[in-house]
């Protein structure tokens, strides 16, 4: 995997119109560790990584790769500089076959070596897309595309990935095999920052996280503190 990068969020306002949607939010995605963003729907967090993807730039902060500022760069630089992004509901290429969807996951590189041998290692933690390699990507199942989109991900050799809701729509076992995976990539030395609604599996995977509400980070600590925290416990556990 390359090189392991800090990505952080420096006070960051991102509006739509003239409405603020995140408010003065500052987040640290730690090299080499899954780091979660949690919050119920409307409370910003797909908002967050279209900020750090520029889909939507934020109107001030920054968001800073290492020591690079990355703020507003176009999308497809900032995948360049390394930060791969699997999107909320999967958006797998379904006229391709698996091979044809992995193979666009690497599409900067060149030398068709480096790509047989990232295919080969996605095939590895996912034996299943390399028996339907030839298999169209729109005739598979939920939980088979969330395996697809992954591995393209993972295609591009990313530093960090940016994981937007993996489990919404899926059964509770490829869930449960979906998180298992993310520990598994994250073994691999890719660092990863989860964004989820489900609570228990993300805590159960990430090692410190952040609670988002209207915008605004509300409480941040590693997961074990978050577990225990009152506002956390009331806002998710009842």
Do not use: W
């Not at 939010?25 to 910003?44: A, D, Y």
């Not at 390399?130 to 393209?152: D, V």
Request: aromatic share 6%; hydrophobic share 40%; with cysteine.
């Amino acid at each position: 995997m390359e090189n392991q990068l800090e990505l952080r969020l420096e006070h960051i306002y991102t509006a739509y119109d003239k409405a603020d949607v995140l408010s003065d939010v500052s987040i640290r995605v730690t090299p080499g560790k899954v780091t979660c963003i949690l919050g119920s729907n409307g409370s910003g967090k797909t908002t967050l990584i279209r900020s750090i993807l520029a889909l939507t730039p934020p109107r001030s902060g920054r968001v800073m790769l290492g020591e690079q500022d990355i703020t507003g760069l176009a999308t497809h630089r900032i995948n360049h500089a390394g930060i791969a992004c699997i999107p909320e509901g999967r958006r797998v290429f379904p006229k391709m076959t698996v091979r044809e969807n992995l193979r666009i996951g690497a599409f900067r590189e060149r030398n068709p070596a480096i790509v047989q041998a990232r295919m080969e290692q996605v095939f590895e933690i996912f034996p299943r897309l390399r028996e339907r390699e030839s298999q169209l990507a729109g005739t598979m199942s939920g939980g088979e595309q969330a395996m697809l989109s992954i591995g393209r991900g993972l295609m591009s050799a990313p530093g960090i990935m940016l994981i937007d809701e993996p489990s919404l729509g899926l059964s509770p076992l490829f869930v449960k095999e979906t998180f298992s995976v993310i520990e598994r990539i994250n073994a691999l030395g890719v660092t990863v920052l989860l964004v989820e609604q489900n609570v228990h599996q993300t805590l159960a995977v990430a090692h410190y996280g952040y609670v988002l509400m209207q915008g605004r980070v509300v409480a941040e600590g590693p997961t074990e503190a978050l577990r225990n925290n009152t506002e956390v416990q009331q806002a998710y556990f009842g």
